[in-house]
């Protein structure tokens, strides 16, 4: 009775917003849950009889569920996937009966689901999922997630509990790549990784390295390659604790430009030439587990290599918007090792177009901004583009610039919109870089889009 009841209720919610028209993405999940806490697991019991793919950790998730997905769609496996981004349990949740009927059943053969590192335990307990993906570990939230050595502990302790489960994790992280090992039971383990290391040089002020010791003996890490953060090659002056070998392995970077990458890719059985629609070194991480994925699901690599040549990206990741003839690129950012990649990968490359750092400390970004004197910001204090700053903590942003010795214009604009006005003023090569964190993107997409709506000529003026 009480599944019903949850099923119910969350088709009422979700009918009641589309008449209204607004977004209810968790929302229904939430209610279901608050109706019958054991309805996920109930779920998973009954749907999904290929399996459950869940994609957590701190940066990429997003991205990687993604490529997953169309991988999945271009390989003919029917899917359920929280894709308006709510990654609770109860967006898991929404997702799922969004597609299914009243009896909670839906026709898809696999689920995929992003997870916030926070619920993945509850969510891998109560779907038992075929593969795990984990991209990475950064500091991110402290306010909200903790340490993280203490995600990584909860991380060991839900798997404990799992069946015939793969884990896909990155073999460069070395907290990440722990977790595949000293497991028991029927858990099996592929690693993914970059071993060129062209790929990557770290940022001067690249201070962000957060696992820096062997999580087991606390042991020191040497870093024959760092790429950035702790992410790199690695080992113990002992070598008890040292990089594993990848199974997915990129040999060869051969090309990266603004918008694509190619790369030679090793798998467990054939060398492949890899060509990614996305630009940003990072984002080879974010492909690479889509070679698991169709490992474990039986797709041919061929369609894989027609998915990441074709490639979009993913919601205010890497994406270019357009108001004119001037063109927005977006990259959101939420941590020391996320600003870093995006000044390493685009902002050192155009130093005179305009740059947006839209800054917000609302509960979805983190209420704690600190973070951002751990970002290193002096490695394009020589830039001359103008600055414009807007958001909830713009002034803190322009404290930070300062004490970086930014060299171009700072403009403080607190009003998004007058920011984005700013901005298309200044694009004189009409392009403008927007670094926003999560809620600034939500609110500047919807500025932008609001723009180009024909309905409302009246937005500049």
């Known amino acids: 009775m009480k599944k019903t009841a949850a099923i119910l209720a969350a088709k009422v919610v979700k009918s009641a917003s589309r008449i209204k028209k607004t977004a209810a993405t968790a929302a229904p999940g939430y209610l279901a849950e608050r109706i019958d806490p054991n309805l996920l697991k109930k779920l998973g019991s009954i749907n999904f009889p290929d ?45 799922i009966l969004t597609e299914a009927n009243l009896r909670g059943f839906t026709q898809a053969r696999v689920g995929l689901f992003e997870v916030d590192e926070a619920y993945l335990p509850e969510v891998a307990a109560a779907l038992q999922p075929k593969m795990v993906v984990v991209t990475n570990l950064f500091r991110d939230q402290l306010d909200r997630y903790g340490e993280l050595d203490s995600i990584a502990n909860k991380f060991r302790q839900a798997f404990k509990n799992l069946h015939s489960t793969t884990l896909v994790l990155n073999a460069d992280d070395p907290l990440v790549a722990s977790l595949g090992m000293k497991l028991s039971g029927s858990l099996k383990v592929l690693y993914f990784g970059i071993s060129d290391k062209s790929a990557f040089r770290a940022l001067q002020h690249d201070n962000s390295a957060d696992s820096i010791v062997d999580p087991f003996s606390g042991d020191t890490l040497r870093y024959t390659h760092r790429y950035f953060g702790h992410i790199g090659l690695y080992t113990t002056k ?11 392995n990129v040999t060869k970077l051969i090309k990266s430009s603004e918008k694509s990458i190619k790369i030679n890719v090793k798998t467990t059985t054939e060398l ?43 919601f205010g990741r890497t994406e270019a918007m357009q108001i004119d003839k001037t063109i927005f690129d977006l990259y959101l950012i939420k941590n020391p090792t996320g600003f870093n990649q995006v000044i390493q990968s685009f902002i050192q490359k155009d130093s005179k177009c305009p740059l947006i750092l839209a800054i917000n400390d609302n509960i979805a970004d983190g209420r704690d901004v600190s973070w951002l004197w751990d970002c290193a910001i002096e490695d394009f204090a020589s830039r001359v583009g103008p600055v414009i700053l807007t958001g909830t903590r713009a002034l803190d942003m322009q404290l930070r610039l300062i004490y970086a010795g930014y060299k171009g214009k700072i403009i403080t604009e607190t009003n998004a919109k007058n920011a984005l006005k700013t901005a298309l003023g200044l694009a004189k090569n009409n392009r403008v870089i927007v670094l926003p964190t999560y809620t600034a993107m939500l609110s500047l997409r919807s500025l932008i889009n609001e723009a180009n709506d024909e309905t409302s000529k009246e937005f500049w003026q």
Do not use: E, M, W
């Open 51 to 95: 399996g459950v793919v869940l994609v957590t950790g701190t940066n990429g998730k997003t991205t990687t569920t993604k490529v997953l997905a169309d991988v999945l769609r271009n390989g003919d496996i029917s899917f359920v996937n929280n894709r308006a981004g709510s990654n609770l349990s109860r967006g898991v949740i929404s997702s």
């Open 238 to 248: 002992s070598h008890s604790f040292s990089r594993p070998k990848p199974q997915i």
């Open 272 to 314: 492949l030439s890899v060509s990614v629609n996305l630009s940003g070194n990072y984002n080879i991480y974010n492909v690479l587990p889509a070679f698991a994925t169709a490992q474990l699901f039986r797709i041919n690599n061929t369609i894989v290599l027609q998915t990441l040549a074709n490639l979009s990206a993913a």
